[in-house]
């Protein structure tokens, strides 16, 4: 057993009686552990943007095998790891190269840790980064984790159908009519999708935008003065010069490039995250953008109607 048991026995070797999450350090090597299951993420060039395996300790897999759930205690973890390739035997390669980030989440199916922000919805939320593995880094799963994982809700927030050869048929099946037609794969919004054909701009209601930005930023992106997230808080952004609020650690790239938020400086970077300032930190994170111009039209709305102060 790991050493770190002692600290909470009665629920998890990787939790302790504050709800701090620790990360396992040995799911590769030991027998306890199992791979059950990988995804290769491909951006809108085709390139690859890495390899996601996923492990979890094989009495969660017969617990979930038998009963179509995750235990109180369950561990999973992905590890993101960058990629390499090359010309092998077999025909253009990509493989898997060091590990970058650890993502782990721990079912709790009591609420042990009612007013610690990485618990709730029935887990515990972490990360680790490859700069300081033993330094968790989530600050808040609603905003760091949980909008991501929408779409999987009612499969208590996982992914489960990419690990049906392990989890067996209760993990279930990918179903296509959870995005709406665009490619990030996130939850749809029937506020916004009914807005009809309308694009006159007196038009477009306020709820609605609102509902477009919640599904689409609001996981990595506050609409508050100072609000916290993975991303900068988007308050008073139009007009703002990028890179530029205060408190918060830009990439480089946004930090030079030579650009002010208006609508349509916006509206230019939300259809090419990528190729309108090469490098920065929403590349990985947010490949897709908002390809559907309505959407894009909405969410804009939005973030003009926020207060800057
Ligand atoms: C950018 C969207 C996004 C964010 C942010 C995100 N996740 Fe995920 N997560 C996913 C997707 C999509 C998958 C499965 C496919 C993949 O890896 O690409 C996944 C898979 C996982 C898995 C493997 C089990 C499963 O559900 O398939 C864990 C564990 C996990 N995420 C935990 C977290 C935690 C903890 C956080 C916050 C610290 C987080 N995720 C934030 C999108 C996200
Ligand atoms: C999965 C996380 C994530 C999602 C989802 C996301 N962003 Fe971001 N965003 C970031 C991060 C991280 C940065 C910081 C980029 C940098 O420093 O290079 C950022 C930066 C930005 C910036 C630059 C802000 C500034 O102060 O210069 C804008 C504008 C922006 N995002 C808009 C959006 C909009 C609008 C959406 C929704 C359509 C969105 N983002 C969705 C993570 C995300």
């Known amino acids: 057993m790991n050493a770190a048991s002692a600290q909470r026995p009665d629920f998890s070797p990787f939790v302790d009686g504050q ?6 350090t040995d799911f590769l090597t030991s027998p306890e552990w199992v791979h059950i299951g990988g995804w290769a993420v ?19 897999v017969a617990h979930f095998r038998q009963n179509g759930v995750f235990p109180d205690g369950a561990v999973l973890i992905k ?22 980030v650890w993502f782990v989440s721990i079912k709790d199916t009591v609420g042990r840790f009612p007013n610690n922000p990485l618990w709730g919805d029935g887990w515990g939320w972490a990360l680790f980064a490859a700069a300081d593995p033993s330094k968790q880094i989530a600050k808040d799963y609603k905003s760091d984790c949980l909008g991501c ?31 709406s037609g665009e490619v990030d794969g ?22 609605a935008s609102k509902a477009a930005f ?17 991303g900068p808080s988007l308050a008073g952004l139009i007009g703002r010069r990028a890179g530029s609020l205060e408190g918060y650690r830009y990439s480089d790239a946004m930090k030079s490039a030579d650009v002010v938020w208006t609508p349509e400086s916006l509206d230019a970077y939300l259809l090419d995250i990528k190729g309108f300032i090469p490098n920065n930190k929403m590349v990985p994170l947010f ?23």
């Not at 395996?53 to 969660?60: A, E, G, I, P, S």
């Not at 390739?85 to 253009?92: A, K, M, Y």
Request: include cysteine; charge should be negative.
């Open 19 to 24: 709800g701090n999450i620790s990360r396992p």
């Open 42 to 60: 491909v951006n809108e060039d085709g390139d690859d943007n890495g390899f996601h395996n996923v492990y979890t300790t094989h009495d969660v």
């Open 214 to 230: 919640s599904s689409r930023c609001a996981s990595c992106h506050s609409d508050k003065v100072g609000g916290k997230g993975l």
């Open 287 to 309: 490949p897709a953008g908002v390809q559907d111009a309505k959407q894009r039209k909405l969410i804009i709305q939005y973030i003009q109607s926020l207060p800057s102060e």
């Open 149 to 179: 994982h929408v779409p999987v809700k009612n499969r208590d927030w996982m992914y489960t159908y990419g690990y049906s050869a392990v989890l067996g048929s209760k993990a279930g099946a990918y179903e296509v009519a959870m995005s």
């Open 79 to 100: 590890e993101v790891r960058g990629s390499t390739n090359g010309q092998l035997t077999t025909g253009s390669v990509h493989w898997a190269a060091e590990p970058a």
């Open 186 to 207: 996130r939850g749809s919004d029937p506020e916004a999708a009914s807005m009809g054909g309308s694009t006159d701009a007196t038009e477009i209601d306020l709820a």
